[in-house]
């Protein structure tokens, strides 16, 4: 990346935004470095634990691996659409932090001639107003995420008290064993324990896209010939 910023044309270097460059070349390249860190590879345990729960389940009692299924898919819906959000938010957090950078660099790079005048207090003003801007925008995110964690835990309990319920009933009738009950519990929520960790990874994803898509940019600004 700092190779690509030496041999960008000069030309160029003057339609770039200096706060975006700096955000781009330190946040989100270590974003990118944390998600291909950990939750990359936790992914594909994750998606093998699924596939075995689901098997299973399958053998053991297929009705309990269809109502585990039944609230699948509004857990899915929520993520999604907690993703979507998590993905507008973090590309306004990135235009208010890059405003923030230029913000201090040119304080910086100013500093007597803001002194000389006298424009300590219109330097704050400008800088708690990009501040709370950010602010904002983090909030938003951290809201929905808020929101989203509750629902799919509230979901999650409804199926494995469903999947409970139907195995009492079965133990009533004589067609489970009493044991079961307990095997069945546990596998419900090993049934749901992947599914909660990759949809916290996709909120991750969908910040991370925002980065990639500011790297590809970035990466694709016209070099020297």
Do not use: C, W
Not at 38 to 64: A, H, K, M, N, Q
Not at 110 to 128: M, P
Not at 217 to 225: H, R, V
Request: avoid cysteine; charged fraction near 20%.
């Amino acid at each position: 990346m700092f190779i690509k910023l030496t041999n960008i044309d000069f030309k160029e270097i003057f339609k770039m935004s200096k706060g975006d460059v700096i955000y781009t070349l330190m946040n989100d390249t270590q974003r990118l470095e944390y998600i291909f860190e950990r939750p990359f590879y936790t992914i594909f345990s994750d998606i093998f634990d699924f596939i075995f729960v689901v098997g299973f389940l399958l053998y053991i009692e297929p009705v309990v691996l269809l109502i585990l299924l039944i609230t699948t898919p509004f857990i899915y819906i929520f993520s999604i659409k907690t993703a979507r959000i998590q993905k507008q938010t973090s590309a306004n957090t990135q235009k208010a932090d890059s405003k923030i950078t230029v913000s201090i660099e040119q304080l910086l790079s100013g500093y007597e001639t803001i002194k000389s005048f006298n424009a300590e207090a219109k330097e704050q003003e400008r800088f708690n107003k990009l501040s709370d801007e950010s602010y904002k925008n983090r909030k938003v995110g951290t809201k929905s995420l808020s929101i989203f964690m509750p629902i799919e835990g509230t979901l999650s309990t409804i199926g494995i008290a469903l999947v409970l319920l139907y195995a009492v009933y079965q133990v009533s009738s004589h067609a489970l064993a009493v044991g079961m009950i307990v095997v069945i519990a546990y596998y419900s929520r090993k049934f749901y324990q992947p599914i909660r960790n990759i949809s916290n990874y996709l909120q991750v994803i969908q910040k991370a896209l925002v980065s990639i898509g500011k790297i590809i940019e970035f990466l694709t600004i016209k070099e020297e010939a």
